[in-house]
């Protein structure tokens, strides 16, 4: 039978306390509501653009933004019409979830590389398929074509980040929305440091060049999500080599260079997102989310988008019953798998939820998302327009059902 509000409270009240107004906005007491994490497919006319931007051919900015403009005002009222409570623009005007700075910032250029993932590595045959499966297709890639850090780095990204934010504004409304913006470890992991003394430096300059980019958000009225890949997917990255000790010291600089940057912002209307890696690939080489939540949870924000639907991660969320959330922070819960055509039934989402709910304690503050976003670099979405949407729908039919048994409202 599964647990009811009532019953999972009452489980639970030693960490549990009425909802705090400040999570209002974000969370209903009465149903689950719907967001997601990001990137949605966008048009091929725009990934084309986006793509020979990646490879550094020329293009005309004038026609990348009429057609961002174009797909943004689309990409809303389909959101709307799955059932999205908490849309995004879907990211459609950046060529990815983090190479689009190279715009918006100083000092980067050159050249750098990415190393390869341990559980790709450790397939060859698998790895062959991959690659063969990605030759000639027109995307934008985070792996190559990377500029390094190669002088001071600086936000010179306002105007930009006005224009996109307005965009997003009108075609909203006065609705709630979310934008995302990375975490300066991904940043670092992607643009390799030729300039700075120490990486910490370079972290550091990181972080104060992207609060920039987090206050813009902030003050334009959206939700800010952060997005943290770096925080899980570099253990089996660029610290594969190294002692657990080592990464986990790592991400512990990541969140404090992220807790400075957002000091005295709005706690409540931020969130982190944090997953192993948007690729169909083995991922048995990932750390444990009982490893990295201590480290984790650390983070000065006011939720978190964690990936509980694809098969590697799907249990973890019982860390919660021994590590909970601070009282204050809600859980964005990936129900819906990114990387695969299945397109989950209403019943799977809502079971998922409700185990979820059990483990947090508090179906209050729970919300149903996706592990990751559906095209994070702009034609490497694995998944087809038309099921991105099914998904979406499912998921928020999911979530209806599961509200209904976990408030007893239909």
């Known amino acids: 039978m599964p647990p009811t509000a009532r019953s999972i409270r009452t489980a639970s009240t030693a960490r549990i306390r009425t909802t705090d107004p400040a999570r209002i906005r974000t969370t209903d007491p009465a149903r689950i509501r719907t967001t997601h994490t990001g990137s949605l497919p966008r048009p091929r006319a725009l990934t084309r653009l ?3 931007r990646a490879r550094g051919e020329a293009v005309d900015a004038a026609e990348v933004a009429a057609a961002a403009a174009a797909a943004v005002a689309g990409i809303v009222p389909k959101q709307r019409e799955a059932g999205i409570d908490i849309p995004n623009d ?7 979830f983090v190479l689009y700075l190279r715009d918006r910032l100083t000092g980067l250029g050159g050249s750098s590389s990415r190393g390869g993932f341990q559980d790709i590595e ?4 698998f790895k062959a398929e991959l690659q063969a499966s990605m030759a000639g297709r ?7 074509n990377l500029p390094a850090a190669i002088g001071p780095v600086r936000y010179i990204g306002e105007a930009a980040m006005a224009a ?3 965009q997003f504004r009108t075609a909203l409304g006065d609705a709630e929305g979310f934008m995302a913006a990375p975490s300066p470890g991904i940043l670092a992991a992607i643009v390799q440091n030729q300039h700075y003394a120490t ?5 550091e300059a990181l972080a104060t060049a992207l609060g920039a980019e987090y206050r813009a958000i902030l003050d334009a009225g959206f939700t800010l999500q952060i997005d ?3 925080l899980a997917l570099e253990r089996h990255g660029a610290w594969q080599d190294r002692p657990l000790s080592d990464f986990l010291a790592f991400s512990e600089r990541v969140v404090a260079a992220i807790n400075r940057a957002i000091a005295g912002l709005p706690r ?3 969130r982190m997102h944090v997953c192993w890696g948007n690729y169909e690939a083995p991922h048995d080489r990932d750390v444990p989310f009982e490893d990295i939540w201590p480290v984790i949870r650390q983070a000065e924000v006011g939720g978190f988008v964690l990936p509980f639907a694809n098969p590697r991660h799907a249990h973890e969320h019982r860390v919660f019953r021994r590590l909970p959330l601070a009282d204050d922070q809600i859980l964005v819960a990936g129900v819906i798998d990114t990387l695969t055509h299945f397109v989950e039934h209403p019943e799977v989402v809502a079971e998922r939820l409700e185990r979820i709910a059990e483990s947090i304690g508090d179906p209050s503050r729970l919300m149903a998302g996706t592990d990751c976003g559906f095209d994070t670099s702009a034609g490497r979405g694995r998944v087809a327009a038309d099921v991105v949407w099914a998904k979406l729908r499912s998921m928020a039919e999911g979530a209806r059902l599961a509200s209904g048994r976990l408030f007893g409202a239909r």
């Open 90 to 96: 879907g990211e459609q005007g950046r060529e990815s």
């Open 164 to 166: 996109e934010c307005a």
């Open 138 to 144: 027109e995307a934008a890639s985070v792996t190559t």
């Open 228 to 230: 943290c890949p770096d």
């Open 122 to 125: 450790a397939y060859p045959e």
């Open 268 to 270: 409540a209307r931020i």
């Open 50 to 52: 986006h793509a020979r």
């Open 199 to 203: 990486d910490d430096a370079y972290l």
